[in-house]
């Protein structure tokens, strides 16, 4: 069983930054795509933010150029580094991991850690 737990939420100002992680545990042969949902209260969960083992990444249009993500393989951890905060990046920040058991592809998530911008 595959365990995923983020790290790094909290409660900052406009413009600050946070850097979320997650580390993955148990048994694992290889992740696939990594990356990061959100959801805000009554909204529906957005993709953030992508990466895959080869390193490629794709990013949610509203956080391009303010959020980086990156992932180390030999760890098997996924990092979003988040700057220029806007209140409306508040959210549940969920981390997610792609892997094939048995040939059937699974995503495993984190338990979200919670990201509130605001003065």
């Known amino acids: 069983q595959v365990q995923l737990v983020e790290s790094g939420g909290g409660l900052v100002q406009p413009g600050g930054s946070l850097r979320l992680s997650c580390a993955a545990s148990g048994s694992i042969f290889k992740f696939y795509a990594m990356g990061w949902y959100r959801q805000a209260s009554g909204k529906q969960r957005e993709l953030v933010a992508t990466i895959t083992s080869g390193g490629s990444t794709n990013y949610l249009d509203s956080v391009k150029g303010r959020f980086t993500i990156s992932r180390d393989n030999a760890k098997n951890t996924v990092s979003l580094q988040m700057n220029s905060l806007k209140p409306e990046d508040t959210a549940i920040y969920y981390c997610?991991?792609?892997?094939?058991?048995?040939?059937?592809?699974?995503?495993?998530w984190g338990r979200g850690t919670q990201v509130t911008i605001s003065s």
């Open positions: 997610y991991a792609d892997t094939v058991e048995l040939t059937l592809p699974r995503r495993y």
